[in-house]
């Protein structure tokens, strides 16, 4: 019996243990999600995904404004899509803490369908029909599927650098910020996907805590007061 109770012990003992060990891997940690400043495309209400254009005259504006807001923020690292909008956008903290361009963070590349607007009004319309759909690679681009997959292992590798807890700031796009977000607060991402509509000028703070559910708030410009 004795021997018995001493094996019950040893196993109980070795379990908190390794409970202690896996509340303890990651401490709270902070993201604020940023979505990259205006570009061209973007004003002209184009399809842009994976196509590479520069912030225009506004998303440099936005830039240093979300610069502004975030001025007393203490952040460890900035995380960005490598596509050069976010880079430009994320240029605001350039020696200020480090930044650590990121493919896994870049924007769904849409096929055939990249570059559209409402002048091709069948092309939009077939977009908007597919565009949610799981495993559809809209026609040479990549798949839902494939992108949620990519966010999924980006934020991975940002809580195994930040065990510690911490702050990070995570500039993206209008595709992948939404499946980041579902990631971080646990919404299946294909809903997220569809449910989560992130301006150029907005920033989401996610804290994750040591334990406990995720709260997420939003920033709400000027220019959208009515959201209050």
Known sequence: MKHTLSIRTL???LALLASLFTTAAYAQLTVYVVRHGQTDWNKDGRIQGGTDNPLNSTGREQAAAMSRLMAEVKVDTVYVSSHQRARQTAEVFQGRTPIVAMDELRERFFGKFEGANDKDAAIVADWNKRRFTWTDDMEGGETLESQSRRAEAA??????KHKDGGTVVIVGHGGINPLLVSHLIGVPPQEGASAINQGNDEIYQI???KTGAPAIWKLIPRSKLNEL
């Open 207 to 209: 804290v994750l805590p």
């Open 11 to 13: 196993i109980a003992a």
């Open 155 to 160: 934020l991975k590798t940002i809580r195994e």
